[in-house]
C-alpha cells in the first residue's frame, strides 16, 4: 500500500519476533519448499523420506527460544482479554445480567 504523500507514515505491524530472526526464519521457510500441513504432518509422524535430514536441521534453527514462547503467550492472553472486554462492552451483546444490573420482577400480588 502507498501513501501519496510522506506526512501519512504506514501502519506499523505486530511482530512478536526481532526482524533479523522473522527474516531468517522466512528464508528458512522458503528452503524447505513444502508446505506447511506436509511438514506437520511428516515431523508429527518422523517421516524422513519427507522431510530429510537437511530440512530437520533447518527446523531446529526455527524452533522457538523461552522468550519467544513467553512474549507469545503474554501476546496471546492479552489479545483474548482484549477481545472478551470488547465483547462484554458491545452493543450488540450486552452484559450479562447481574444482581446489581437485573431488572426487577413485579411485585406479585397477594
Not at 501519512?8 to 505491524?13: D, Y
Not at 528458512?28 to 508429527?44: G, H, M, Q, W
Not at 462484554?88 to 445480567?97: C, D, L, T, V, Y
Request: glycine letters at 0%.
Amino acid at each position: 500500500m502507498k501513501f501519496p504523500s510522506k506526512r501519512f507514515k504506514k501502519p506499523e505491524s505486530v511482530s512478536l519476533l526481532e526482524h533479523t530472526r522473522l527474516r531468517n526464519i522466512a528464508i528458512s521457510r522458503r528452503k524447505l519448499d513444502l508446505p506447511v500441513e506436509r511438514i506437520i504432518s511428516a515431523v508429527t509422524s518422523l517421516d524422513l523420506k519427507t522431510i530429510p535430514l537437511e530440512s530437520v536441521e533447518i527446523l531446529q534453527r526455527m524452533i522457538p527460544t523461552e522468550q519467544e514462547v513467553s512474549n507469545h503467550r503474554t501476546f496471546y492472553n492479552e489479545e483474548i482479554d482484549f477481545i472478551v472486554l470488547k465483547l462484554k462492552s458491545s452493543p450488540e451483546n450486552p452484559a450479562p445480567p447481574t444482581p446489581s444490573n437485573e431488572p426487577e420482577a413485579p411485585a406479585k400480588p397477594e
